[in-house]
């Protein structure tokens, strides 16, 4: 608690420099700072927000670097009542009379003791949009990033919804990032990946995004964030026709404790790749029970549930399933819905749902359905309200679901139409999407393919 009253002062003059300045825009929640900072002395792991939207950090990197610069920051004194907002006419009558604020320099001493892992739990909870400028601020900051202690931060905090990587049709060598949180795109430059290459992204896990070259030559592993990269070594077994690939992590925690990435073919062919190693494995053959060839449904990526991998598949309609613990395949045939195309696998809570486009006659509609373990039957569960389905009325509608972690962000296009929609399965809420347009551009991409993922700034490929 020795460095409470310091905190205290810190916080306050913060305050009223925002106030005195006019930073309406951003608001230093000081009395949350100061409870965290109570209950991290008990262990207690609530949190503490920087209450910024994406405008406002702009304006606090700024002041940050401008204040670095000038080498502190010029503050009102903290004894002294914060300064009220003054008419036109008062402001008039203060300059003409003279009357000047009192300020005083700040020693730069105050930040040089303030608490090091107060710091780092105030960053990893900031909104993660924030870190793609949060390294050009200054070398401290940027190797706050690949330190243990904020490590150890940043796994405290729960992000409730997955990002999504993706592809789009008019720039298939670079990725748009989409989150939700703030209904904005990213465009990052990732340097690290092949620029002579097509990769898609087709599987992700921790944090980490596994790309596939789009001639079936090589894998990749890159976290989006921090751009940690990886290419895996060749595989053993050559095979160039379509693949179906699924990732899951050791420990079901973090990429600290490892990852594996299976790929399987159309005729049984499979390998496991397990980053400890760094190597790829054929742990045996695949059972006499599953019918072959797999007739893989590659629009459906692979969804986990506690380690077992589950991939759809027809002729028979059904799913296989790969426990990536005990080296062990299944198979179910499941009856697909009538009327269904477009259709792929997604997952929540470990309920194994449908999503698909029902065409009969000239209506069409966007439904999820959850299989029942009981009877292996899809149950619909929801579908998109009725008013949206109208706009698909006597239109050929194709749909990429380009997510399957909860959060679903479904790509509906036809000849006079181009939406993105994302369907909440926990909330039941369907929003839409606004459309992805490069910097600079003004036309809406068309986006291809994609993957979501859980951005986590501590995982390394």
């Given at each position: 608690?020795?460095?409470?009253?310091?905190?205290?002062?810190?916080?306050?003059?913060?305050?009223?420099?925002?106030?005195?300045?006019?930073?309406?825009?951003?608001?230093?929640?000081?009395?949350?700072?100061?409870?965290?900072?109570?209950?991290?002395?008990?262990?207690?792991?609530?949190?503490?927000?920087?209450?910024?939207?994406?405008?406002?950090?702009?304006?606090?990197?700024?002041?940050?670097?401008?204040?670095?610069?000038?080498?502190?920051?010029?503050?009102?004194?903290?004894?002294?009542?914060?300064?009220?907002?003054?008419?036109?006419?008062?402001?008039?009558?203060?300059?003409?009379?003279?009357?000047?604020?009192?300020?005083?320099?700040?020693?730069?001493?105050?930040?040089?003791?303030?608490?090091?892992?107060?710091?780092?739990?105030?960053?990893?909870?900031?909104?993660?949009?924030?870190?793609?400028?949060?390294?050009?601020?200054?070398?401290?900051?940027?190797?706050?990033?690949?330190?243990?202690?904020?490590?150890?931060?940043?796994?405290?905090?729960?992000?409730?919804?997955?990002?999504?990587?993706?592809?789009?049709?008019?720039?298939?060598?670079?990725?748009?990032?989409?989150?939700?949180?703030?209904?904005?795109?990213?465009?990052?430059?990732?340097?690290?990946?092949?620029?002579?290459?097509?990769?898609?992204?087709?599987?992700?896990?921790?944090?980490?995004?596994?790309?596939?070259?789009?001639?079936?030559?090589?894998?990749?592993?890159?976290?989006?964030?921090?751009?940690?990269?990886?290419?895996?070594?060749?595989?053993?077994?050559?095979?160039?026709?379509?693949?179906?690939?699924?990732?899951?992590?050791?420990?079901?925690?973090?990429?600290?404790?490892?990852?594996?990435?299976?790929?399987?073919?159309?005729?049984?062919?499979?390998?496991?790749?397990d980053s400890i190693n760094n190597s790829w494995s054929r742990p045996g053959n695949m059972p006499s029970s599953i019918k072959l060839p797999l007739c893989l449904n590659f629009r459906s990526q692979a969804v986990v549930v506690d380690g077992t991998l589950y991939f759809m598949r027809s002729d028979p309609e059904g799913v296989v399933s790969y426990d990536m613990v005990m080296g062990a395949?299944?198979?179910?045939?499941?009856?697909?819905?009538?009327?269904?195309?477009?259709?792929?696998?997604?997952?929540?809570?470990?309920?194994?749902?449908?999503?698909?486009?029902?065409?009969?006659?000239?209506?069409?509609?966007?439904?999820?359905?959850?299989?029942?373990?009981?009877?292996?039957?899809?149950?619909?569960?929801?579908?998109?309200?009725?008013?949206?389905?109208?706009?698909?009325?006597?239109?050929?509608?194709?749909?990429?679901?380009?997510?399957?972690?909860?959060?679903?962000?479904?790509?509906?296009?036809?000849?006079?139409?181009?939406?993105?929609?994302?369907?909440?399965?926990?909330?039941?809420?369907?929003?839409?999407?606004?459309?992805?347009?490069?910097?600079?551009?003004?036309?809406?991409?068309?986006?291809?393919?994609?993957?979501?993922?859980?951005?986590?700034?501590?995982?390394?490929?």
């Open positions: 608690m020795e460095g409470l009253p310091m905190l205290r002062q810190l916080i306050s003059q913060l305050h009223d420099f925002f106030q005195l300045y006019d930073y309406s825009s951003l608001h230093l929640h000081h009395h949350h700072l100061l409870h965290h900072h109570q209950l991290n002395n008990n262990n207690n792991n609530n949190r503490c927000f920087l209450n910024a939207d994406d405008s406002s950090v702009d304006d606090y990197y700024s002041f940050v670097m401008a204040a670095e610069r000038s080498g502190g920051f010029k503050l009102v004194e903290s004894n002294k009542p914060p300064p009220s907002k003054k008419s036109r006419k008062e402001k008039i009558r203060g300059k003409s009379s003279g009357m000047t604020g009192t300020t005083e320099v700040m020693e730069q001493e105050i930040w040089k003791d303030f608490p090091e892992d107060l710091f780092e739990a105030v960053i990893a909870r900031l909104p993660i949009a924030t870190f793609f400028r949060f390294r050009s601020v200054c070398r401290k900051w940027n190797s706050v990033l690949s330190s243990e202690s904020f490590s150890q931060q940043c796994a405290q905090v729960e992000r409730a919804n997955p990002w999504f990587y993706t592809i789009t049709h008019e720039n298939v060598t670079s990725g748009a990032i989409y989150d939700p949180s703030l209904k904005k795109w990213h465009h990052p430059t990732i340097s690290t990946l092949p620029t002579k290459m097509i990769l898609l992204p087709v599987a992700s896990a921790g944090g980490l995004v596994c790309f596939h070259d789009i001639g079936h030559r090589n894998f990749y592993v890159c976290n989006p964030l921090t751009q940690s990269f990886k290419e895996l070594p060749a595989r053993s077994v050559k095979v160039w026709s379509r693949i179906a690939v699924g990732m899951t992590l050791n420990r079901n925690s973090s990429s600290s404790s490892g990852y594996k990435i299976l790929w399987v073919g159309c005729n049984g062919e499979y390998e496991v790749y395949w299944k198979q179910y045939i499941i009856p697909a819905p009538q009327h269904l195309t477009d259709h792929t696998l997604a997952e929540f809570g470990g309920r194994i749902l449908l999503v698909g486009l029902l065409t009969k006659n000239a209506a069409t509609c966007v439904c999820i359905w959850e299989l029942q373990k009981m009877t292996l039957l899809w149950k619909e569960v929801d579908r998109m309200p009725n008013i949206w389905c109208l706009e698909f009325y006597g239109k050929h509608v194709k749909m990429n679901c380009l997510g399957n972690k909860g959060l679903l962000m479904l790509s509906l296009r036809s000849r006079q139409m181009n939406r993105l929609v994302t369907y909440n399965v926990s909330s039941r809420e369907w929003l839409k999407v606004p459309g992805c347009v490069v910097p600079r551009g003004r036309k809406r991409q068309w986006i291809a393919c994609g993957t979501a993922f859980h951005p986590c700034l501590t995982a390394v490929a």
